[in-house]
C-alpha cells in the first residue's frame, strides 16, 4: 500500500460506503425495477452529472431494489459544514433526478427512494479492504446470481478492465498491490464471514 487512510482522513478526503434502498411500491415491481436497472448506463450517467463533481468512485454495485458505492470525497478549499452540505445536495440532486426517471418511465407519482441515504465513513485499513469485497460480492450475497465474478452491474471486471472508467481503478489495484492480489483475495473470500458487516446489510 502506498498511501495510509489515515493520513487522507487527517486532511479531510474521506471514503464512504454509500448505500440506498428503494420502495417497491405501487405499478412497480420488482421485475420492472431490475428491468430498469439493466439500463445502468442511465444510473450511471446520472452518479456522474451530479455526484463525481464532489466525490470519486471506486467500487460500485447496482442490485434490483439497491445499491453501495465506495467513494472518495474530492479535496475542497471549504470549511467542514460547507462541504457536508454540497455533498449532501449533489445527492440530492442525484436522487431527485433518478425518481423522475423512474416516474416517468413507469408514468407513476410519489416516493421512490427512502428519505435518506447511507453514509458510513471507512476509518480503518481492514474495513476499506473488505468494503470492496462487499460491494462486489452482494449480488452473491442476495442469491441475484451464484458467481459475482460474473455479474455486469458491479465494478469487480471494470477494475481488470483496461477500458476508460471514471472509476479510481488504478487506485483500488494499488492498494492490493497488483491485480493478481486483487483476484486472489475476491476469490479467497467467497465464504468469508461479514457478521460485522450487519449494520450495513439489506
Known amino acids: 500500500m502506498n498511501f495510509c487512510l489515515n493520513e487522507l482522513i487527517c486532511i479531510k478526503i474521506l471514503y464512504y460506503l454509500i448505500t440506498y ?4 411500491t405501487g405499478v412497480i415491481t420488482r421485475k420492472q425495477f431490475l428491468k430498469h436497472l439493466k439500463n445502468y448506463d442511465h444510473f450511471l450517467y446520472l452518479w456522474k452529472k451530479h455526484v463525481n463533481p464532489i466525490a470519486d468512485s471506486l467500487v460500485y454495485s447496482l442490485q434490483p431494489n439497491h445499491f ?3 467513494v472518495r ?5 471549504e470549511d467542514d459544514d460547507k462541504q457536508s452540505k454540497k455533498i449532501q445536495q449533489s445527492f440530492s440532486n442525484f436522487f431527485n433526478a433518478y425518481s423522475k426517471s423512474i416516474n416517468n418511465a413507469y408514468n407513476r407519482t ?4 427512502q428519505e ?6 471507512i476509518d480503518t485499513e481492514d474495513y ?3 468494503i470492496i469485497w462487499y460491494i462486489h ?3 452473491q450475497k442476495h442469491g ?5 465474478r460474473d455479474y455486469p452491474y458491479c465494478s469487480y471486471k471494470s477494475i481488470l478492465s483496461k477500458k476508460p472508467t471514471l472509476l479510481l481503478r488504478e487506485e483500488v489495484l494499488e492498494w492490493f498491490g497488483n491485480r493478481e492480489v486483487y483476484i486472489t483475495f475476491h476469490e479467497g473470500n467467497q465464504n468469508l464471514s461479514v457478521d460485522y458487516l450487519k449494520d450495513i446489510e439489506f
Open 68 to 70: 453501495h458505492f465506495l
Open 21 to 24: 434502498t428503494t420502495y417497491i
Open 73 to 77: 470525497t474530492k479535496e475542497v478549499d
Open 116 to 121: 435518506r441515504f447511507g453514509r458510513k465513513l
Open 128 to 130: 476499506f479492504t473488505q
Open 110 to 113: 410519489g416516493s421512490l427512494l
Open 137 to 139: 460480492s452482494n449480488s
Open 144 to 148: 441475484i446470481i451464484k458467481d459475482f
